[in-house]
């Protein structure tokens, strides 16, 4: 009888665990998903400050590690509302149109949250999206300058 209720406690946990791939997200989330770093990604290069806003949560940190490499490695922060004013300036004025890449990859989506890669070309930004009272919306960034040739 004890095994009997050992391997009933097995077999329900394993039933909870197959349940939760069923939560996976539909179509029209992964749309959104991508949609949103769009608006992150394109509103940044068309100085779209409206657009950037829409991508992202009001408590976002984007974060970069200066100097890894060094001896005293530094982390810069940025806010959603210096990323927006940043975009609002034309931050991206000095990338010219051939450097400027948007290729936007789900890495993974687990009910209410992904996350994404973004190829930018001069850098690489990984995202941490929420579902948010409906929408999806940035919550993190961590990124660094991709590699010169």
């Given at each position: 009888m004890?095994?009997f209720?050992?391997?009933?406690?097995?077999?329900a946990?394993?039933?909870?665990?197959?349940?939760a791939p069923?939560?996976?997200?539909?179509a029209a989330d992964?749309s959104?998903i991508?949609?949103?770093?769009?608006?992150?990604i394109?509103?940044?290069?068309?100085?779209?400050?409206?657009?950037?806003?829409?991508?992202?949560?009001?408590?976002l940190?984007?974060?970069?590690?200066?100097?890894p490499?060094?001896?005293?490695?530094?982390?810069?922060?940025m806010?959603?509302?210096?990323?927006?004013?940043?975009?609002?300036?034309?931050?991206?004025?000095?990338?010219?149109?051939?450097?400027?890449?948007?290729?936007?990859?789900?890495?993974?989506?687990?009910?209410?949250?992904?996350?994404v890669r973004?190829?930018?070309?001069?850098?690489?930004d990984?995202?941490?999206?929420?579902?948010?009272n409906?929408?999806?919306?940035?919550?993190?960034?961590?990124?660094?300058?991709?590699?010169?040739?």
């Open positions: 004890r095994k209720r050992a391997m009933l406690a097995l077999l946990a394993a039933a909870i665990v197959d349940a069923g939560a996976a997200q539909t992964s959104a991508v949609a949103t770093a769009l608006d992150y394109d509103g940044f290069y068309t100085s779209d400050a409206e657009r950037m806003e829409k991508a992202l949560h009001p408590d940190a984007k974060r970069i590690v200066g100097d490499a060094g001896p005293e490695s530094r982390l810069q922060n806010t959603a509302d210096q990323l927006v004013q940043a975009t609002a300036s034309g931050g991206a004025a000095g990338i010219p149109d051939e450097a400027r890449k948007k290729d936007v990859t789900i890495l993974d989506i687990y009910n209410n949250i992904a996350s973004i190829d930018a070309g001069v850098w690489i990984y995202l941490h999206v929420a579902r948010w409906g929408e999806w919306k940035i919550m993190n960034v961590l990124w660094e300058m991709a590699p010169r040739d």
